[in-house]
């Protein structure tokens, strides 16, 4: 199936109506030309408004570790492809819930398939290190992104950018210091390739 069937079908979506305080509103931004995918846990109540993913101070976060900027961010080699392409509502606990798994168990062998060109995936936080990582992942989500080479070079494991994680940054500042300096060269080389 082509992509653009696939993305057709994702924007057509309503397989959690009902179950989500909102309309569903499918967000993904990937074409033909992506090359490295960032897939995170699910858009957030900004993203679920705009239809723009990482559009907020996560997504600065995010491009200062990538390296870019907005406009190469956006242009077609990268794409965005959380576990959850809806918001799933907010925790009244804080934070917003996790992404359904009837998301991904539909939608994400279909869509990677369509993406045959993938050199990286970003896997941005728990619930993607486990989908593409499977047995491989480790006890914790820390655990995971230390061992970030074990998955190279198909598969990157890394944090959330979210203000929510500045404390783990500064209490893992390898991250910083080895992580996105491999990051930044592996962009700059899909991104002139």
């Keep these: 199936m082509s992509l653009d069937a696939v993305l057709a079908d994702i924007a057509a979506c309503r397989a959690c109506a009902g179950e989500l305080p909102h309309e569903p509103r499918p967000v993904t ?11 995170g ?6 993203v679920h408004e705009s239809g723009l993913p990482f559009d907020d101070p996560s997504g600065e976060r995010l491009r ?7 406009e190469a961010f956006y242009g077609p080699r990268i794409g965005v492809a959380a576990m959850a ?6 925790n009244p606990k804080g934070g917003d819930y996790p992404p359904p798994p009837r998301c991904a168990q539909l939608w994400r062998p279909r869509l990677m ?7 990286l995936t970003l896997l941005v ?7 593409a990582l499977g047995d491989r992942v480790k006890r914790t989500m820390t655990d995971t992104v230390a061992a970030w080479s074990e998955y190279l070079p198909h598969y990157l ?3 959330h950018p979210s203000w929510r994680n500045t404390g783990w940054l500064k209490r893992n500042p390898w991250f ?9 060269r592996r962009v700059a080389d899909i991104l002139a390739a």
């Design 64 to 70: 200062s570790w990538m390296g870019v900027d907005r």
């Design 41 to 46: 846990q699910a858009p957030g109540r900004r």
């Design 157 to 159: 494991p890394m944090p």
């Design 29 to 39: 931004r990937v074409s033909a030309q992506t090359r490295l995918l960032i897939c």
């Design 85 to 90: 392409f809806c918001f799933p509502g907010t």
């Design 125 to 131: 936080g728990g619930y993607a290190q486990a989908w």
């Design 113 to 119: 398939a369509a993406l045959p060109r993938m050199e």
């Design 176 to 184: 910083e210091d080895e992580v996105t300096p491999y990051l930044r």
